[in-house]
C-alpha cells in the first residue's frame, strides 16, 4: 500500500471542493491505493489489454479537446472516463452527497436523479419548480435551498438542455440563472453539476449553446463546478456507454491528481474499469477531420424533428395542450388542463390503448415527448392524437 500523499494539495488548492466532499469522499482523500492499480492503470491502453480504471488515455486527451474546441478559457481537468452518464453522476453523488447533503434541483427531474443522490446515497432532493407561469425559472436552485443553512455544502444540480423538458435558457434569463448560482456560493460550498448530456442539441438561434460549466468555473471560490458529459448523445452512440467527469481544476495542478485518484479508486473498486471496446470506437470518431460536420448533420436532422412539434403544438387547441417553453434537447413537455376527470398516469395509458400513441406522464400534469425519435412527417399526426386522446378524458 502506498499513501495518496496529495490529499494537502487539494485541499490547498480547491478550499471549496474539500468542503464539499462527503464522507465517503473524505475516505477515499485520506486513505490508500495499491500501487499495482495505478501501475497496471498505467500500463494499459490497447482493446485488448483492457483500459485503466480512468479511461484510454488518448480518448481522455481527444474528449478534452473535443469539449473546449470552441476555446473556452476555465480551467478543467482531464476528463475521467465513465461507464455511460448515469456512471458519472453516481460518482459525482458518491464524492459530495452523503447522508442529509441537500441536493437541489428543478422539478420536473429526470428519475435517476433520485437514484444516484437520494436512494444509493442517502442526500436530500430539494426541489421548487422549472416553471412559473409558464415560463423558465432561473432561481430554481436558490429556491430550493432557501431553508438551509447558510455554511452548509449542498449540490445543485443544471441539466441544460433539459431532460424532461428540451429547453435552454435565452441569454438573460441564462445571466440570471448564473449570478443566482454564484449569489447562493456565497452562502455555502456550492457544487454545481453540469449534466450535460445533450450539450450541443440546440434549435433556435441566439440561444446559448455552451455548458454553463464554462461560465460557473472559477466564478466563485465557493462554486464547484463539474462537468458530465459523453458520447451517447453528442456522438450518437447509445450502445457505447462512455461517458465523461470532469473538474474545474487546471489537469497539472497539485490538486488535479488527488482528485482523480479518489476517482479512479471508486471506479477500480466497483467497475475496475470502463471496457476499451468502446472506448477505441469512439478514438476512431475522434481522430477524423469532418466529425463536427457529422455531429452538426445529427443536429440538423433533429432540428427539422423540433420546428415540426412545435409548429404542430403552436396549433393545438390551448384548451387541451399547452406547450411548456422547449428549443433544445431531445423532448417537450405539455402540460394538461387543471381539473381533469383522471390523474395524468391515466391520461397516458389512455393514449396507449385507445390512439397507440406512448409518451411518458409526469407529476402534476405533464406530458413528455421524445421528438428526438419520431419522423418529421410523423409529428403533427402525433399532435393530433395527443388533442385526441386528451379531449376524450376532459370529456
Known amino acids: 500500500m502506498i499513501a495518496l500523499g496529495s490529499e494537502r494539495e487539494l485541499e490547498r488548492e480547491a478550499p471549496a471542493l474539500w468542503a464539499a466532499l462527503s464522507p465517503l469522499g473524505r475516505r477515499l482523500a485520506g486513505g490508500a491505493v495499491e500501487a499495482g492499480v495505478r501501475a497496471g492503470a498505467e500500463a494499459a491502453g490497447g482493446a485488448l489489454a483492457g483500459a485503466p480504471a480512468l479511461g484510454l488515455p488518448e480518448v481522455r486527451r481527444r474528449w478534452r479537446g473535443w469539449q473546449r474546441r470552441a476555446g473556452p478559457a476555465a480551467a478543467s481537468t482531464l476528463p475521467c472516463t465513465t461507464v455511460g452518464l448515469t456512471h458519472a453522476l453516481s460518482l459525482v453523488a458518491d464524492l ?9 434541483v428543478p422539478q420536473p427531474f429526470w428519475g435517476n436523479y433520485r437514484q444516484c443522490f437520494e436512494t444509493r446515497n442517502g442526500a436530500r432532493l430539494l426541489t421548487a419548480p422549472a416553471y412559473r407561469g409558464g415560463r423558465f425559472n432561473p432561481h430554481a436552485w436558490s429556491e430550493a435551498l432557501a431553508d438551509e443553512p447558510a ?4 449540490v445543485a444540480i443544471v441539466n441544460i438542455p433539459s431532460n424532461p423538458g428540451g429547453y435552454s435558457p435565452a441569454p438573460v434569463e441564462r445571466q440570471v440563472m448564473l449570478d443566482a448560482l454564484v449569489e447562493e456560493a456565497g452562502r455555502r ?44 448523445k453528442e456522438f450518437s452512440f447509445f450502445g457505447g456507454r462512455v461517458g465523461f467527469l470532469t473538474f ?21 473498486a466497483t467497475l475496475g474499469a470502463p471496457a476499451a471496446a468502446p472506448q477505441e470506437v469512439l478514438l476512431a470518431a475522434l481522430r477524423q477531420e469532418d466529425i463536427e460536420r457529422e455531429v452538426e448533420a445529427v443536429r440538423a436532422l433533429l432540428a427539422g424533428r423540433y420546428r415540426a412539434l412545435r409548429d404542430a403544438l403552436a396549433a393545438a387547441d390551448p384548451a387541451l395542450l399547452h406547450a411548456l417553453p422547449f428549443n433544445s434537447g431531445c423532448f417537450a413537455l405539455v402540460e394538461l388542463p387543471e381539473g381533469l376527470k383522471s390523474d395524468v398516469h391515466a391520461v397516458r ?3 396507449l390503448d385507445r390512439w397507440d400513441t406512448g409518451v411518458i406522464s409526469l407529476e402534476p400534469r405533464y406530458l413528455r415527448i421524445a421528438h428526438c425519435s419520431v419522423d418529421e412527417a410523423a409529428l403533427p399526426e402525433l399532435v393530433r392524437r395527443l388533442e385526441g386522446g386528451v379531449g376524450e378524458v376532459v370529456g
Not at 450535460?196 to 472559477?218: K, T
Not at 487546471?250 to 471506479?267: I, K, N, T
Request: proline share 11%; glycine share 12%.
Open 151 to 154: 455554511g452548509e455544502p449542498a
Open 96 to 104: 459530495f452527497a452523503g447522508p442529509g447533503r441537500a441536493v437541489a
Open 248 to 268: 474545474a481544476l487546471e489537469p497539472d495542478g497539485e490538486g488535479a491528481p488527488a482528485l482523480e485518484a479518489m476517482v479512479e479508486r471508486l471506479v477500480a
Open 349 to 351: 395509458r389512455h393514449l
Open 189 to 232: 460550498p456550492l457544487v454545481v453539476l453540469c449534466d450535460d448530456a445533450y450539450a450541443g442539441l440546440v434549435f433556435e438561434p441566439g440561444i446559448p449553446a455552451a455548458s454553463p460549466f464554462w461560465d460557473l468555473a472559477g466564478a466563485h471560490p465557493n462554486l464547484v463546478a463539474v462537468k458530465v458529459d459523453g458520447a451517447t
